[in-house]
């Protein structure tokens, strides 16, 4: 059965360049590519507004972005190796509220995820390495060091209770830490080429993960055991993102489609395209109406909103 979906709305040249990153909040959603600047837009309202935008944020672009579902948070990553923690005030404006100092440098960071609640941020590296920090605390110390077998960490994702680390890496490797134990969890098998991307779902029983194959693999996150494929995209799947309910997968690939996924039928029930660059960044809205929405952006410099049609 499919599902269908209207466009509600496309914020033409949104960026000079490719939008690398969407990050939704309950009422905005900040947007980065690779210039300087993350912009701030309102997605309560029909022709979603700029709010804000943040200058000179990252010198040589930015090509991360993550915000915290219930805590007024983000996160960026720039390509000149730092990452910045912003806060939301009460008045809805964004402001730095400091950044991870470690003597990083370039590709020291990678991508990023923050826990649910913003108190954790976890990063890869190009190295490697997976760290995890706590943003709770003075001096936002790392607390976990998880070591790989050294292939550029492509993607990283925390479970929404902060519990597990999930990340995928270059050479094929997927593996899922245990925070509480600092214990490699899994090293899961399925994927041979390159992982672009990994995903919990809410409740924390799946992992998806995505990338070169064109396939997304799923796993039981207890047992490791890859329960799925969900097969359909012609090109390299860049971004994954699970609906509040985990009754839909979202995911965007280097073609520019973007394809829902029913995961109780394991099918595909609606596909739309993005033009014909790299999506690179495909996001679902919190859900504030019947309707679902999600947002979609890539190499196009465009952002464009969706939402479920009536019926």
Not at 208 to 220: C, N, V
Not at 228 to 233: E, S
Not at 298 to 308: D, L, T, V
Request: proline share 3%; net charge negative; glycine share 10%.
């Amino acid at each position: 059965m499919s599902k269908q979906y209207l466009t509600l709305h496309t914020l033409s040249d949104a960026h000079p360049s490719d939008v690398f990153a969407l990050a939704p909040t309950t009422k905005s959603i900040l947007s980065a590519s690779g210039s300087s600047t993350i912009h701030i837009h309102d997605t309560t309202q029909a022709d979603f507004p700029l709010l804000q935008s943040l200058e000179g944020v990252h010198p040589l672009g930015i090509h991360h972005l993550a915000t915290a579902r219930e805590a007024r948070r983000a996160a960026s990553a720039g390509f000149e190796g730092r990452v910045k923690i912003w806060s939301e005030g009460e008045d809805g404006t964004w402001k730095a509220d400091g950044e991870i100092s470690d003597q990083l440098k370039a590709g020291d960071v990678w991508a990023i995820a923050l826990s649910a609640d913003g108190k954790y941020l976890a990063c890869s590296s190009i190295n490697g390495k997976i760290n995890v920090w706590s943003l709770a605390e003075e001096g936002k110390p790392k607390i976990r060091d998880y070591e790989t077998k050294g292939s550029f960490g492509m993607c990283v994702d925390l479970s929404r209770d902060g519990r597990f680390t999930a990340s995928g890496h270059e050479n094929g490797s997927i593996y899922v830490f245990d925070n509480d134990t600092g214990r490699l969890t899994h090293s899961l098998a399925g994927l041979v080429k390159p992982v672009r991307s990994v995903a919990f779902s809410p409740s924390t029983t799946l992992l998806a993960a995505a990338g070169d194959s064109r396939t997304i693999a799923l796993y039981d996150v207890k047992s490791g055991e890859q329960i799925a494929n969900l097969a359909g995209h012609g090109g390299w799947v860049l971004t994954l993102d699970w609906s509040d309910t985990g009754e839909y997968l979202l995911s965007g690939s280097h073609d520019g489609k973007a394809k829902i996924w029913r995961i109780e039928t394991r099918q595909c029930v609606a596909t739309h395209a993005h033009g014909d660059k790299p999506l690179w960044t495909a996001k679902w809205l919190p859900k504030s109406t019947r309707s679902e929405m999600f947002a979609l952006g890539g190499g196009n410099n465009a952002i464009s909103f969706y939402r479920e049609a009536a019926g």
